[in-house]
């Protein structure tokens, strides 16, 4: 709210309320976002672009800290606010301890204990060096390792092929649930629209490698150990022929010699697949789905939650970011002229003017009302779906002000783990 509303608010001195319908307690559910963090070892923040899942990964991962567990909050977005936001000079993906002091610090603005067992690592994904990783752990040999990763064609691949950063970020999300010792990994993803190849990546990188076409391509090199244009048929031939005029001959023999030595750590990529797969069915994940009051997000919201249902993946919750919130019912006009006439800082406006103001005061009041109403009309989709699921939903207003640094994130803190 602007500052007229909170002035209006401390004339009537009445608490503001929030919106009642959508808290977690009026949807009857007994799990809340404290039991997801103690409980579950891995939690996927989902949800459209610009409704701060960033902000709420890192919150959440902090409230894990605090709550006494090893923590690892993983970031694929590439636009790098996590890092300011856990008060650290840069992100890469290497993993950066975040200071205890901090930790405790966000705990005590919470109004919650800080337990010191606790701490919090962060990392953002390098989506080719996760790529090479995988590669790496399913080459043949150390020879074939090093001509997969000099590849011009591997070096593109990596970087462009459809699925490929989801394909490595759910490959080194595996590796780190396996191999580290983490009690907790909470995970920051990109857009819904990303979010939702998490499900589809392996195929999609398994149907771009392993298509008929790309067979096609390889045969002759298979047959022949190299490249030969007199080995794919006159049509082809014709074809990729008029292609080498463009591309050069070189460059069809490294395209076919890629293809071959990725086809020998292809069964590595589709047997990490179906782990993966695995791994976002145990019943240590939860998929938090994050989204704001507005129609389309809520939209996409409920429709990945359907995705989830169809994939056989364990939802967490819903969090509803930046949502207007009822104030007290308005004073009546006159009543508000009188107050608004005894405040020190307006006593030099004439009486025009203090009508001026409380009428402005009333007229902008009375819209954030209405917001606050749209905004529990459009969510109460969420509310039915989290009752029908059993899972919580927990609600963070639209604050005044920007949410940055610890302080934010307690702020923030304090609603989600109300």
Same mark, same amino acid.
């Given at each position: 709210?602007?500052?007229y509303c909170?002035l209006?608010?401390?004339m009537?001195?009445r608490?503001?309320?929030?919106?009642? !319908?959508?808290?977690?307690?009026?949807?009857?559910?007994n799990?809340?976002?404290?039991?997801?963090l !103690?409980?579950?070892?891995?939690?996927?923040?989902?949800?459209?672009?610009g409704?701060?899942k &960033?902000?709420?990964?890192a919150?959440?991962?902090? @409230? /894990?800290?605090a709550?006494?567990?090893? &923590?690892?909050?993983?970031?694929?977005?590439?636009a790098?606010?996590?890092a300011?936001a856990? #008060?650290l000079?840069a992100?890469?993906h290497?993993i950066?301890?975040?200071?205890?002091?901090k930790?405790?610090? *966000?705990?005590?603005?919470? #109004?919650?204990?800080?337990?010191?067992? /606790? !701490?919090?690592?962060a990392?953002?994904?390098?989506?080719?060096?996760?790529f090479d990783?995988?590669?790496?752990?399913?080459?043949r040999?150390e020879t &074939?390792r090093?001509?997969?990763?000099a590849?011009?064609?591997y070096?593109?691949?990596?970087?462009t092929?459809a699925?490929?950063?989801?394909?490595?970020?759910?490959?080194?999300?595996?590796?780190?649930?396996?191999?580290c010792?983490?009690?907790?990994?909470?995970?920051?993803?990109?857009?819904t629209?990303?979010?939702?190849d998490?499900l589809?990546?392996?195929?999609?990188?398994?149907?771009?490698?392993d298509?008929?076409a790309?067979?096609?391509?390889i045969?002759?090199y298979?047959?022949a150990?190299?490249?030969s244009?007199k080995?794919?048929?006159l049509g082809?031939?014709?074809?990729?022929?008029?292609?080498?005029?463009?591309t /050069?001959?070189a460059?069809?023999e490294q395209?076919?010699?890629?293809?071959?030595?990725?086809?020998?750590?292809?069964g590595?990529?589709r047997?990490?697949?179906?782990?993966?797969?695995?791994?976002?069915?145990?019943?240590?994940?939860?998929?938090?789905i994050? @989204?704001?009051?507005?129609v389309?997000? *809520?939209d996409?919201?409920?429709?990945?939650?359907?995705?989830l *249902?169809?994939a056989?993946?364990?939802? #967490?919750?819903f969090?509803?970011?930046?949502?207007?919130?009822r104030?007290?019912e308005?004073? #009546?006009?006159q009543?508000l002229?009188?107050?608004?006439?005894?405040r020190?800082?307006l006593?030099?406006?004439?009486?025009?003017?203090?009508?001026?103001?409380?009428?402005?005061?009333?007229? &902008?009041y009375r819209?954030?009302?209405v917001?606050a109403?749209?905004d529990?009309?459009?969510?109460?989709?969420?509310a039915?779906?989290?009752?029908?699921?059993?899972?919580p939903?927990? *609600?963070?207003?639209?604050?005044?002000?920007d949410?940055?640094g610890m302080?934010?994130?307690?702020?923030?803190s304090?609603?989600?783990l109300?």
């Open positions: 709210m602007d500052q909170h209006l608010i401390e009537a001195q608490p503001a309320t929030a919106a009642p !319908s959508l808290s977690a307690e009026r949807t009857g559910q799990q809340t976002l404290v039991d997801l !103690s409980g579950r070892r891995i939690l996927l923040c989902v949800g459209p672009g409704v701060g &960033t902000t709420v990964s919150t959440l991962a902090l @409230c /894990g800290a709550l006494g567990r090893r &923590t690892l909050v993983l970031t694929i977005d590439p790098r606010r996590l300011d856990l #008060g000079q992100l890469g290497d950066q301890r975040v200071q205890a002091d930790i405790a610090e *966000v705990a005590a603005r919470r #109004g919650g204990s800080y337990d010191p067992r /606790g !701490s919090l690592d990392m953002m994904l390098h989506q080719k060096r996760a990783e995988v590669v790496s752990r399913y080459a040999d &074939t090093r001509r997969i990763l590849n011009r064609i070096q593109q691949v990596s970087t092929l699925g490929s950063h989801e394909y490595a970020a759910m490959s080194k999300l595996y590796d780190i649930a396996r191999e010792d983490y009690e907790l990994i909470v995970v920051d993803t990109p857009p629209e990303n979010a939702l998490f589809d990546a392996p195929n999609r990188v398994a149907g771009a490698i298509s008929p790309i067979q096609w391509f045969k002759p298979l047959k150990g190299t490249f244009l080995m794919v048929g082809g031939a014709f074809v990729l022929g008029r292609l080498a005029r463009f /050069g001959s460059f069809l395209m076919a010699q890629f293809f071959v030595e990725f086809n020998d750590v292809f590595g990529f047997e990490r697949a179906q782990e993966v797969l695995q791994l976002m069915r145990d019943p240590q994940v939860a998929f938090l994050i @989204c704001s009051p507005e389309l997000s *809520v996409e919201a409920l429709y990945f939650h359907d995705r *249902v169809r056989q993946m364990p939802l #967490g919750g969090i509803v970011n930046r949502m207007h919130t104030g007290p308005a004073i #009546g006009r009543e002229v009188e107050l608004l006439s005894a020190p800082e006593r030099g406006l004439s009486p025009a003017d203090i009508v001026q103001v409380a009428a402005d005061l009333h007229r &902008t819209e954030q009302q917001m109403e749209v529990e009309r459009t969510t109460r989709r969420l039915e779906a989290a009752a029908r699921a059993r899972v939903l927990r *609600v963070v207003p639209l604050f005044e002000q949410i940055y302080d934010g994130l307690a702020l923030v304090r609603h989600l109300a």
